[in-house]
Each structure stands twice: as structure tokens, then as C-alpha cells.
């Protein structure tokens, strides 16, 4: 099918933003650094961490050129995009060590520009740019849509629906479904019950007992000023998915609207940020899938898949090719390892690694280098061993958020526990087998689940004089010896 006029304006503009980008990056060597992950897998923190580690020396040995003395310096400087909002460093900073509670979830994009002064293990000086682009997962996650037309997603959507254990979530949206023809005249009411009750669905989807993952569109939980407006009010129909809707129809109405979602949202996310991208990050959350169990997990694979796909897109253009360099390393990071005895982190990676095997066996073919880490960006517990019995067991000391449950104990945020995490199997496919493997949340109303790990407020640090402490973590200098280390060589 030949391009249409749209689509070669849309590479035109990508072509410019190109060119110009490349003759910036001539003059000041420039890394952009995404980070994204699914809801509450620990984005803010990380790059929070990050920052903080590089401008207040942090604990590094694993990243080269920081151990070795070669880095002078990182300071924070303008970013270089007006119309982004800055990170909120010094807030996000405040919460973790003054105040001791995790960052609000990423619900929008935000930037920040971090400027490493460095020496070149030949013994010149130079600096390095790091703009660090934060935005959610759920948003990479839509771009796959615009490959799909709205009867190819609709399809897709209403199978996976079907499934368990979306199947039961999906109960009142399903009810309404079966009352809706397609062809029938366009409703405005009907439409906005059906994209109420698909949002619902959704929304039940991500519940911690069910930990989803594959939840497009993503702007739909998390709709910001778009809330409200046709562009998110719109629901998969049973439409055949070739052929065009009669005029006037109830799936002319909905296929109208899904492709305005992809036009005023997802296109351009896709054109102004994600094309522009050097390397990224893709943070994980593992442990909450464990938690609801093998759907989750299978699911979490899926939406990793997904993910994985989506640097395929908008690479075939001659201009973006030869003027900006595609994403050349991308890095899966298994977050909260710190829930984990370090005998199990490991594990935890092998788990990530197995999920993102298929995907990444497709990836190799654009060139790209993977990798997977299990990480804790800020630590949030120590490890002890515990008497019980004639036994020690491996376990973790930290301080359970308030609220927070175990052994029939409700927690006030106060007081320090040891608890025992318990190991996870030494073979990763376990945790994928479904059957005789392991049940979780989504299976057991009374939360006796195989893996249950509690939500550790951030830790209490000692200050060393007028200094800022620095912030304990796990495995963060292998991540940014992947990431960066090799443009500081």
C-alpha cells in the first residue's frame, strides 16, 4: 500500500528534528537516555538515584570510568525541550530521604539534562550530555497501534479479553458488548458506557491480585487533560477486520475516535520523543507479577514482547537512519531486588531473562545490544540472619510501609521487621508453568500466596556531617556501565 500524504509528512518532520539533532550531537556529544517501565515499577526512584549518585559521588565500583577517577564531575543544567516539564529531582530527592516514602508514579513525561565532565582514557578532557526522558510504559506500549487498524485492535483486544483471568474482570463490559451493534446508528451514550466499562476493566486488570501488564491504550488509565475527550472515549466492537463501517454507524463512530487517539496522542509521543532516543532503560516490576502468578507472568511476557517491538518502528526512512543513531543498547531491569536475599537476585534476573527471550531472539536483527539486570535503585533493606530454631535463615531487615499486612500483623511504618522473602526456584521456567508450579493472588482470596513481599519504606540514613547521604542500592553501576559507559571511554 503506498504511503499516505500524512505519513510522508510525518517522515519529513522526522527527517528535520533529525538533521538538526545530528548537528547538535557534532559540537556536544549527546546521549538521550529513556526510561520507562509499567505502572509502579520504580522509574522516578531510578532516575532519581541516578542523578544523585553522579552529582553526590555515590558507590560505584562496577561503573568504570566513576571508580577509576576519571569522571571530574556531573551537574544538572537547562534541558533543552520547552515544552517538556523538568523532572522533579529535587522534590523526588526530598521524598526519599527526608521524608521516607517512595515518588508519585510517572503519569506524564518529564526531562531532565545531566552534564558529565569526564577524561577520555587517552588522557583528553571532555563532557558528555545525558538527557534523561522520563515517560510511562503504558505509553510505549501504544505504539504498536499504529500499525493496527481499529477492527485488527478491537479483534486483538476482545480475545485477550476473553482469557483468564481477564475473563471474570471483563464480566460487565462483555454484558454491555453483546447489546451493541455494530452497524447500528452512532450513540454517544452507548459509547461512552462502552469506553467507561472497557476503562474499568482495564483499571481491574492492573490490580495487584491480577498485575496485568498488556493494557493498551494506555492513556486511558492515566487520561491527564485528554479525560473526557472523544479521543479516549472509544471501545473495541466484534467488527469484522476486513471491509469499511457503514456511514453514520456505531463502528464508524468508535474507528473515528481510535484513530483521533492515535493522531493527537500516540503519533506525536512517537515523532517528538521516542524516535529521538539513544539508549533506554525498561524497568520491570517481576516481583508483583509472582505475586498474582503464572497469568501475570505470561502476561508481563506478552507486554515485554510488545515493548521489544516497538524499536522497530520508524526506522526505515533513509534521513532518521543515516543522521540520528536508532537505540543501540536497550537494558531490562528487574526492579526491587532489594525484596530479595541476594542468593535470589540472580534468580530474579534469570526470570527476566526468560521473559524477554523470544523478543529479544527478533531484536538482534536491528543491530541493537540487550541486556538484563536485577537492580535496586535505592536499597531499602539490609540482610540478616535470623534464629529460628536450630536454623539461621537468610532474611531481610527493613521498615514495612504503613498499612502493610503480613502474618496477620498490620504494620505502622515505625518499626523494623525481619522477614524471610523465601528463594525463588533455580529454574527460572518454573515460575512460567502454570500448573503444579506456583497459584499467587489472583487464585487465593485469603493472600496465602506462593511469593508475598512487602512494600519497605525508603531506608533511614545517617548524614555525615552537612553532606547529603548517599543513597544504598543494588546492581545501579552495572546498569550505567551498560548504558554509558562505553561513551566515556
Not at 485492535?153 to 471483563?170: C, F, G, I, Q
Not at 507479577?289 to 506478552?302: I, K, M, T, V
Not at 517491538?309 to 526491587?336: E, N, Q, W, Y
Request: proline letters at 6%; a negative charge; one cysteine or more.
Amino acid at each position: 500500500m503506498a504511503p499516505s500524504l500524512s505519513d510522508l509528512l510525518e517522515e519529513a518532520r522526522l527527517s528535520a528534528r533529525a538533521l538538526l539533532d545530528y548537528g547538535e550531537h557534532l559540537f556536544s556529544p549527546t546521549v538521550r537516555l529513556g526510561v520507562t517501565g509499567l505502572s509502579r515499577a520504580g522509574k522516578t526512584v531510578f532516575i532519581t538515584a541516578l542523578v544523585h549518585g553522579l552529582t553526590r559521588g555515590g558507590r560505584f565500583p562496577v561503573f568504570e570510568a566513576f571508580d577509576t577517577g576519571r569522571i571530574a564531575r556531573a551537574r544538572l543544567e537547562p534541558q533543552p525541550d520547552d515544552g517538556v516539564p523538568r523532572f522533579a529531582y529535587e522534590r523526588h530527592l526530598k521524598n526519599l530521604i527526608e521524608d521516607r516514602c517512595w515518588p508519585d508514579s510517572t503519569v506524564d513525561i518529564s526531562e531532565l539534562r545531566l552534564v558529565i565532565d569526564y577524561q577520555r582514557q587517552n588522557g583528553a578532557d571532555r563532557s558528555l550530555t545525558l538527557d534523561i526522558v522520563d515517560y510511562p510504559g503504558e505509553w510505549l506500549l501504544d505504539l504498536p497501534l499504529l500499525a493496527k487498524s481499529y477492527a485488527e485492535w478491537s479483534a486483538e483486544s476482545l480475545a485477550l479479553s476473553r482469557e483468564k483471568p481477564r475473563a471474570h474482570l471483563a464480566q460487565d463490559w462483555h454484558a454491555q458488548l453483546a447489546t451493541l451493534q455494530a452497524d447500528a446508528k452512532e450513540d454517544e451514550q452507548a459509547t461512552l458506557k462502552a469506553a467507561r466499562l472497557f476503562t474499568d476493566y482495564l483499571r481491574a486488570c492492573r490490580d495487584e491480585r491480577f498485575a496485568m501488564s498488556l493494557l493498551p491504550p494506555g492513556r486511558f488509565l492515566m487520561p491527564g487533560n485528554l479525560a473526557g475527550s472523544p479521543a479516549l472515549t472509544f471501545a473495541p466492537l466484534d467488527v469484522p477486520t476486513t471491509g469499511a463501517p457503514p456511514d453514520g454507524s456505531l463502528w464508524a463512530m468508535m474507528e473515528r475516535r481510535y484513530e483521533a487517539y492515535k493522531a493527537i496522542v500516540v503519533r506525536p509521543f512517537f515523532r517528538d520523543h521516542f524516535a529521538r532516543l539513544d539508549r533506554q532503560i525498561v524497568l520491570v516490576d517481576a516481583l508483583a507479577a509472582f505475586n498474582s502468578g503464572p497469568e501475570a507472568l505470561h502476561d508481563l511476557e506478552a507486554a515485554l514482547e510488545g515493548i521489544l517491538d516497538c524499536f522497530h518502528v520508524g526506522r526505515s526512512t533513509f534521513l532518521s537512519s543515516l543522521f540520528r543513531p536508532r537505540i543501540d543498547r536497550i537494558l531490562f531491569a528487574a526492579t526491587k531486588a532489594d525484596h530479595l536475599h541476594h542468593q535470589s537476585h540472580d534468580r530474579l534476573e534469570a526470570v527476566l531473562r526468560h521473559a524477554v527471550s523470544a523478543a529479544a531472539a527478533k531484536a538482534e536483527a536491528t543491530g541493537a545490544a540487550i541486556d538484563v539486570v536485577a537492580l535496586s535503585a535505592v536499597r531499602a533493606t539490609r540482610e540478616a540472619q535470623v534464629q529460628r530454631g536450630r536454623e539461621k535463615l537468610p532474611s531481610l531487615l527493613g521498615t514495612p510501609a504503613p498499612g502493610e499486612t503480613g502474618n496477620g500483623e498490620i504494620f505502622d511504618g515505625k518499626t523494623e521487621v525481619a522477614t524471610f522473602p523465601g528463594d525463588l526456584p533455580l529454574d527460572a521456567q518454573a515460575l512460567f508453568a502454570g500448573e503444579g508450579a506456583f497459584r499467587g493472588l489472583a487464585h487465593d482470596a485469603a493472600d496465602n500466596s506462593d511469593f508475598r513481599f512487602l512494600r519497605f519504606r525508603p531506608p533511614l540514613l545517617e548524614r555525615d556531617g552537612t553532606d547529603e547521604p548517599t543513597l544504598p542500592h543494588i546492581r545501579l553501576d552495572r546498569a550505567l556501565q551498560f548504558l554509558i559507559g562505553d561513551r566515556l571511554q
